[in-house]
């Protein structure tokens, strides 16, 4: 049976066309995408879509557009076998992440996807990446099943698991990566899936679940030198904050000044969640390895592992959402949800 699938354009420079009345970048109405992007028809696949209005340049994205986008999905899910969300580049990544632990149960492809230059100027890469989006969304096995069924970028030549992706280039066609974690497929001539790295749902039939319910009570601390106990004092301990991001330097490691850890202590005591996350992209924390490393563990931080910042922060959202209580959050971050975590 014929594939079908909805793209959802939530805003971004793919969606822009010159407009030939005075040459400026203006959105292009998505309705006519197959006059627009002629190659589509090629495609044994019907295809639909929704254009958000106003557009939302993707730094402006809010938790509240998660929401939109999740219900959309869910509400259109029965009747579409994939879904392709057209979103600026910036905030992608954690879009992505937060759409991967939003929808629970999730046995279709919602496929991220954008541009660095506008479909509508030459040497665009919009063509190609939605091209690329539409064909993945839509590839079945002899099943029937989805090929793709989680939560994905397709952007340049990759298709990355979206909570384990990152924006690393403002100018590269390929724009993203996820360093620790292999591309679930590479376009050359052909789209080669790697099987052994692709989810699966634990059973095809379950119905869809969203989280909609988000609290956005996170810091996120950048260490760095110089940083000042007053400045990590409000990411630690402030009322309002209920979870703190601590982003280390290299494998988890934090300075040794005793102001940090008594903070460090001081927040763990009123009870904070406290995630240790590296800034560094490829690798994982690991706590044990400096005395520097091993003072936050015993004071109570958690370890982020291979979690990317963007992955965290949507799963805190989510998590502190789902439970009142701080000790559940906690025992649930540590798990892997939905393969944000190397095992
Ligand atoms: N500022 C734009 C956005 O993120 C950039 C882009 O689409 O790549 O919405």
Redesign the pocket.
């Known amino acids: 049976m014929k594939s079908s699938i909805l793209i959802i354009y939530t805003?971004?420079?793919?969606g822009m066309k010159a407009d030939p009345a005075d040459g400026t970048l203006k959105p292009f109405n998505f309705s006519q995408i197959k006059a627009e992007v002629p190659e589509l028809r090629k495609f044994d696949v019907r295809i639909d879509s929704c254009t958000f209005d106003p557009l939302i340049?993707?730094?402006d994205i809010e938790p509240s557009v998660w929401v939109r986008i999740a219900r959309l999905i869910r509400d259109r899910y029965s009747a579409y076998d994939g879904f392709v969300i057209l979103h600026?580049?910036?905030?992608m990544a954690y879009s992505a992440s937060a759409l991967s632990f939003m929808l629970k149960d999730l046995s279709k492809p919602v496929i991220f996807t954008?541009?660095?230059l506008p479909i509508g100027t030459p040497r665009t890469d919009g063509k190609e990446n939605l091209i690329s989006a539409v064909e993945i969304a839509s590839a079945k096995d002899a099943d029937g099943h989805s090929l793709v069924p989680e939560v994905s970028i397709c952007f340049g030549s990759r298709l990355l698991r979206g909570n384990r992706s990152t924006k690393y280039s403002a100018e590269a066609f390929d724009a993203f990566i996820s360093p620790n974690c292999p591309p679930l497929a590479e376009a050359g001539i052909t789209i080669r899936y790697n099987a052994d790295i692709i989810r699966r749902p634990s059973a095809w039939d379950l119905p869809l679940t969203i989280f909609e319910r988000l609290d956005t009570r996170v810091a996120i601390l950048k260490l760095h030198p110089g940083i000042t106990p007053a400045v990590a004092g409000h990411c630690l301990c402030a009322d309002e904050i209920r979870a703190c991001i601590i982003e280390t330097y290299g494998s988890g490691n934090a300075l040794s000044s005793s102001w940090f850890t008594d903070l460090v202590c001081e927040s763990a005591a009123r009870g904070k969640v406290l995630v240790n996350i590296s800034q560094c992209k490829d690798g994982e924390v690991n706590m044990d390895l400096y005395a520097t490393g091993a003072a936050l563990k015993r004071g109570g931080v958690l370890s982020g592992k291979d979690m990317t910042t963007e992955a965290a922060l949507a799963k805190l959202f989510v998590l502190m959402g789902l439970y009142e209580d701080n000790d559940k959050v906690k025992e649930a971050f540590q798990c892997d949800l939905r393969g944000e975590i190397s095992k």
């Open positions: 805003g971004g420079t793919i340049d993707s730094s600026g580049t910036d905030t954008g541009s660095q």
